[in-house]
């Protein structure tokens, strides 16, 4: 099918979706970056574009194939990705921010590579814009607004509060640490809308990407009734 001709339960809408990881230069050979593999991100955009969605999927740096359907925009750094999403998320009727944002960036990029000279080295960070805030802000905000949590302790509750202070329709949350959620094929999420709550069990990306959007697909019916 042409992008976003499909059809499905989200057929005639369209969805921005951000995936992977963010990398801040500190000098043209290094970066401050976040462990993401971009898969959970990819697979969501997979999964809306199999529901019949017309997908804008903006990537942080990654190694993947991009999902058949999609249309890709590829970005480095926080910044570039909070301009290519404020670039298309006009008229879009949902936004999943999978990405890995950084947080933070160096305040100040070196232009030549950074010797190693001293027997320490401080670097000065300082916030990066937060792109599902700026959407979730919006007056003319998508009608489906879902964020993603990575947590290692206090999942539900780290959630909850995000789902609040950033104003979202759903949040998917999964644990992470030394061993789990990052490199792996396999993932398991926990999903609260403000009065409900979701177990998804471990299973692979794609399989769960897949659920993920049939939870998003009913509220998106809902907000319409
Ligand atoms: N996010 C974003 N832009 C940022 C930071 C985060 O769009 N600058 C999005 C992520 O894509 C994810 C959600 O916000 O959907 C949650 O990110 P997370 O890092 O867990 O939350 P933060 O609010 O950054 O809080 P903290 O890192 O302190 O847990
Ligand atoms: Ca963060």
Known sequence: ??????????????????????????????????????R?????????????????LVAG???LATPHGVRRHDVGTAREMHRA?????????????????ADYRPASEAGDKIKKSAESMAVE?????????????RNDRPAVVVGFAAETRDLENAARGKLEAKKLD???ANRVGKDL?????????????????WALSPKAKTALARELVA???ERMLERES
């Open 1 to 38: 099918a042409a992008l976003g001709g499909g059809e499905g339960p989200l057929s005639g809408r369209r969805f921005v979706v951000t995936a992977g990881p963010t990398h801040e230069p500190l000098d043209p050979v290094r970066f401050i970056g976040n462990r993401s593999s971009g």
């Open 40 to 56: 959970m991100g990819f697979a969501v955009a997979a999964a809306l574009a199999e529901a019949g969605a017309e997908v804008d």
């Open 61 to 63: 740096p990654v190694h």
């Open 85 to 101: 999403v404020m670039a298309c998320i006009d008229g879009a009727d949902g936004f999943v921010g999978v990405a890995a944002v």
């Open 125 to 137: 960070l300082v916030p990066n814009p937060d792109i599902l805030a700026d959407v979730a802000a």
């Open 170 to 172: 759903l949040v998917a």
């Open 181 to 197: 959620g990052f490199d792996s094929e396999d993932n398991a999420l926990e999903v609260f809308s403000a009065g409900r709550h």
């Open 215 to 217: 939870i998003i697909a």
